[in-house]
């Protein structure tokens, strides 16, 4: 069984993502409710042009959409940032 930070990785590239950054903060959640039940706490950034045009609130949709199956069990926790490639700073060398 894939891991949920794979699962995750895994629905997130029909967004075509250019990058995608995702940090599983679940240890520092230990003893919340949330954790208690398995639900997972995570930081994603993702970098796509399929946000181009779209307000926060539609991006964050989007991202809710394709992770719908997990959301509330595997995922207790999610706090996004979606960028499209202009909005985001160029990698440092």
Known sequence: MKSTAAQIDERLRMLAPIE???????????GHAGAASGGGHYNLRIVS???QGLG?????RLV???LADLMGS???ALAIEALTPEESP???P
Do not use: C, K
């Not at 950054?21 to 230990?30: G, M, R, T």
């Not at 926060?56 to 964050?60: G, N, P, Q, Y």
């Open 49 to 51: 042009p399929r946000f």
């Open 56 to 60: 926060r609130v539609a991006r964050h």
């Open 90 to 92: 160029p990698s440092r």
């Open 74 to 76: 595997a995922i207790h």
């Open 64 to 66: 809710y959409a394709s």
């Open 20 to 30: 995608l950054e995702l940090i599983d903060d679940s240890a520092h959640h230990a």
